[in-house]
């Protein structure tokens, strides 16, 4: 049977948390489809699941753990109301309102869900090379999350590829287990914040590698080597290592919503006045409509933005009917 819902949440990073908190708050009982665990970079309560020490979040003046403060952030939803369901969802259809979403088989099923606001913060997901050796031996020397699997690498050698604040970051962390860090970027320049590279070369267990791209991922059951070439001179080099972490980068998780919203060229979901998206009745926050900021507290923010907009719309939405039938 579909159950009704006024608003529906899908994803649980600090945009969707912070959207059920305020929509909780605003006695609208939201739903949030959380998500569930089905890879090393993908779980319920998003990016941040995967991270160490948030340092930037106001009002930490110590930091917090990323896990610590989203399971916070969850606790403070469920407070005030939120539901969660710890599931995937599949598919949606934003063609008529109440919009349907599934988490089961659309061809055979009908919609889990109405919901008469949909609010998207599906979040993003890492960037991989791309190389049949990487995803063959993810969880086998092979990760793109050092929270998760840097406590393995005590003592060992690892690299982490990648130029950004993500790889700075990865690295940072793993030179608190490893014996080694070798960052390897494709460039000789860092893409990074200042304030991370200056950390990253003060950090004496760190060394670079630049110019260097990663050609193959070598190892039958677990990581043995990488083989990388040099993008100025051509030359190929196989490099003996326990671990590669990798760091390039995320992608929007916007599939389910293909061909439905409106996206730009790399897939984020458009946004206009605020949160409202291309279709009526439909909010985006956090990582899945922002490639430019990209961080808890802004993700945080724009679920607090799609939290009032829903329930100002909701609200029109009520007036616009009340006042029609007062006409009829
Ligand atoms: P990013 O800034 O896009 O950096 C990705 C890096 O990976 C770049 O250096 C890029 O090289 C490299 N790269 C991309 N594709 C590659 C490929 N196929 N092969 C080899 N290298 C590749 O991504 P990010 O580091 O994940 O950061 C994303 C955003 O989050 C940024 O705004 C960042 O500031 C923020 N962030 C902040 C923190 C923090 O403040 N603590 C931590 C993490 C992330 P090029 O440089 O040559 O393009």
Redesign the pocket.
């Given at each position: 049977m579909t159950e009704h819902r006024r608003v529906l949440i899908i994803g649980s990073g600090p945009a969707g948390l912070t959207a059920a908190i305020y929509t909780a708050r605003a006695d609208l009982a939201p739903l949030v489809i959380e998500g569930e665990i089905s890879s090393t970079s993908d779980q319920p309560g998003g990016q941040l699941m995967l991270?160490t020490e948030?340092?930037?979040f106001p009002g930490f003046p110590q930091g917090v753990m990323g896990p610590e403060l989203m399971t916070a952030m969850r606790a403070q939803a469920e407070r005030f109301g939120a539901a969660f369901l710890t599931a995937k969802a599949s598919a949606v259809d934003l063609s008529e309102r109440p919009f349907g979403i599934w988490t089961g088989d659309r061809s055979t099923e009908p919609p889990a869900f109405h919901a008469d606001a949909l609010i998207v913060a599906t979040g993003a997901r890492?960037?991989m090379?791309?190389l049949d050796g990487e995803r063959r031996l993810l969880g086998h020397g092979v990760s793109t999350c050092a929270t998760c699997d840097g406590f393995f690498f005590r003592d060992r050698k690892v690299i982490v590829?990648?130029?950004?604040?993500?790889?700075?970051?990865e690295a940072m962390f793993l030179s608190k287990f490893a014996s080694s860090v070798t960052v390897?970027?494709?460039?000789h320049?860092?893409?990074?914040?200042k304030i991370?590279q200056d950390r990253a070369f003060r950090n004496t267990k760190l060394s670079f590698r630049w110019n260097c791209?990663?050609e193959e991922v070598l190892g039958d059951d677990s990581l043995q080597a990488i083989s990388v070439r040099d993008v100025l001179t051509g030359t190929s080099e196989t490099l003996d290592t326990d671990g590669l972490f990798v760091?390039?980068?995320?992608v929007p998780n916007t599939d389910l919503f293909a061909g439905q919203l409106e996206m730009d060229a790399a897939g984020y979901v458009v946004t206009r006045s605020g949160t409202h998206t291309s279709v009526e009745g439909v909010f985006a926050c956090g990582d899945v409509q922002d490639h430019?900021?990209?961080?808890a507290i802004t993700a945080a923010g724009s679920g607090c933005s799609a939290a009032i907009d829903t329930e100002r719309w909701l609200e029109s939405v009520q007036h616009q009917a009340a006042a029609a039938a007062g006409a009829a």
């Open positions: 991270t948030v340092e930037n890492s960037l090379l791309g590829v990648g130029g950004g604040d993500s790889a700075l970051e390897l970027h494709r460039r320049e860092l893409r990074a914040s991370m791209v990663v760091a390039i980068g995320h430019v900021y990209r961080q």
